[in-house]
């Protein structure tokens, strides 16, 4: 068994986990949230600086790496752990929700996905066997099943016959499977908003037997409200013995919530991103440090917060970094809202421990001033 | 004395010296080369990576910093040191070379330059007094004395009136300085490629006593030959109890040759902005990873490399790195080069040590295939 939950307890105000996944390059508390490291790098991070951080796994992108640098001369390199030099879990996606959303000229048939590179315009294919392969030679801990993502807002009918074909897609996958001894996949929820759809998605793929479940198709640019919805009319559709991982999610009060809602694992581009843009999650609240009023401010991002950009830097050394386009800027603001999010995630853990989550939720939206934010951070 | 230089011994084959410079904050083996951090930042490197590799001072540009963020700033800020989180010594240029080079609309008068920012066109004012004054505030260990640098090639007359401004603008920079006692003012030795204007300046600024001269005005487009010679006819006329600063050279071939005439001190962005161009030095010579013969190898940027990028990861993981315009990518080729000169200068003060440089150089030339090398690398 390449992966293996382990169940601690669930917290007595939410349905929320505490866990252990045992993987073959180590063990991940879970809840937990995994930087993304798209082209086989978390953008700026070296992994030396993710593990001080405390990141246990990190994402990465098939679709980027199958079109550049292509995902044989990655196996022969020994896998993206010998790659990119890192020796701890990784989880790679299927190239599904990218194809959907990045690729040019797709085309859809029960097959699979013809689609142009984003970019050089080649034309490639990427089925549930095509994905599969890819991923065994990735030799990523977690695989994802190969799905179909559908838009939001989008037609019953058209959410229904895609999400039965996600599920075609995902018997497929698992037959197309080289290395289930090491490396475990993944099915991937699908179903839109409507939860009869979500209900029959969740009975086809946990027929199927997975070592783990996604949410798939949410935070697609729906409500919060209604992300949420959709989580409580699925989740208690999983088995309890099996990780259960909302894609794409990594805003704070987002975290929270699906923690709060049985959720085991999430990722997200937005910490990086936006740290990027001079932007940082602070026990306070968002702060752009890009702005005029902290050119003379010499306190750090976060006066709670114990990261290697805190202890070392202030708001107006890392805003003259950014306004001079310097790298180091965007590896202290990128190092920030990481560590933010890697230390909510174990503040939210030991929560569950206490069987206080609702508690602490409470606390920290009052603080954090989340309540109702729709704005995806 | 904010900088005491202790010689420790002269090579029997060459001018070479092996020596210690003491400064405030700490001791540096010489020769020696200085990264170069212009914007209080080298560029992608953490401080740590830097000490790592074993960077024992580093540079910064007071015209940079003079635009932005402020003198006034980085005072408040605890100087540089306390600003960029650098414990160890800095040297700052004083924004001579710059204004000189980089600013617009520059106007030389006796009293100083005035030019317009390169950033914003802001009208700005530059003398031996301001640029002084400057430094004072960042509170570099080592200040360099406003000079003007003539460009290669220049007339007699023009390049001999501007060496005399230099002497008496390097007087006017002495009297002006604020805290001797903590910070080192080096005087700069001009003369552009006349030995007798090189050695009036060398009479001119010995005369002021400064704790330290730099060679100023060369590296500037002339021949290396040439340049080489400009040493032979100026080092002698300096003290032998004072470092010797060469400015603005950082090709390998050149650190080894300046060393051989008595030189001490190195700075240069090349091996920082090469990395950024994907160009690496190693033992046998430069490497340029983006090329597509390195996509499917699997060794490290240079085999006889101990550096942080040779021990970790490929020149496949490199190029796909910087062709997917991944910031780690120019990181691990900037920690690379670094790393190479900071090597390149250990060995060349084990050369002295042992008496050997002119050996060592014959064979570093024959396998780094140097000889002859006009291109500046």
């Known amino acids: 068994m390449a992966v293996r939950y382990e169940l601690i307890k669930t917290c007595a105000q939410t349905g929320a986990r505490l866990g252990r996944l045992h993987t073959p390059h180590g063990v991940i508390d879970t809840p937990t949230f995994m930087p993304v490291g798209t082209q086989a790098t978390v953008k700026g991070m070296a992994p030396e600086e993710l593990k001080e951080l405390g990141a246990q796994i990190i994402l990465s ?19 993206l752990h010998g790659f990119m030099n890192w020796d701890r879990p990784i989880l790679t996606d299927s190239g599904g929700f990218q194809v959907f959303s990045l690729a040019e000229n797709r085309k859809i048939t029960e097959e699979g996905v013809t689609f142009r590179s984003h970019l050089n315009g080649d034309k490639l294919f ?35 016959r895609s999400t039965e074909r996600t599920s075609r897609w995902a018997e497929r996958c698992l037959k197309a499977h080289e290395r289930p001894h090491d490396q475990a996949l993944f099915g991937i929820v699908q179903g839109g908003m409507f939860p009869e ?25 729906e409500p919060k409200a209604l992300m949420y919805e959709m989580l409580e009319e699925t989740v208690p ?3 309890a013995g099996k990780p259960r ?3 794409g999610v990594g805003s704070p009060d987002a975290l929270v919530e699906g923690s709060m809602r049985g959720i085991d694992m999430f990722d997200c581009v ?28 010499f306190s750090p991002l976060d006066p709670e917060c114990g990261c290697y950009a ?14 001079a386009d ?38 920290f939206f009052e603080k954090y001033g989340m309540e109702g934010n729709e704005s995806g951070f």
Do not use: W
Request: include cysteine; proline fraction near 5%; hydrophobic fraction near 40%.
């Open 61 to 79: 992108n098939t679709y980027h790496l199958f079109v550049r640098p292509g995902h044989e001369l990655i196996r022969e390199a020994g896998g």
């Open 126 to 160: 990427l089925s549930p066997e095509v994905a599969t392969h890819v991923q065994n030679a990735l030799g990523s801990d977690i695989m994802m099943a190969f799905d179909e993502c559908p838009p939001y807002p989008a037609e019953y009918d058209y959410v229904k």
């Open 197 to 221: 759809l979500r209900r029959q998605s969740a009975a086809d793929l946990t027929s199927l037997d997975f070592p783990g479940y996604a949410m798939g198709g949410l935070s697609v640019g």
């Open 237 to 239: 559709f999983l088995p």
């Open 245 to 247: 991982y909302l894609m």
């Open 270 to 297: 937005l910490p990086t991103r936006i740290a990027r843009n001079g932007t940082v999650m602070t026990s306070q609240g968002r702060l752009v440090v890009r702005h005029a009023k902290y050119i003379r401010d």
């Open 310 to 323: 805190c202890r070392h830097y202030s708001r107006a050394y890392i805003r003259h970094l950014i306004k």
């Open 326 to 363: 310097e790298m180091f800027g965007l590896r202290l603001t990128t190092i920030h809202n990481l560590h933010f999010l890697v230390e909510l995630m174990r503040q939210v853990r030991e929560a569950i421990r206490e069987d206080r989550l609702r508690d602490f939720r409470n606390e």
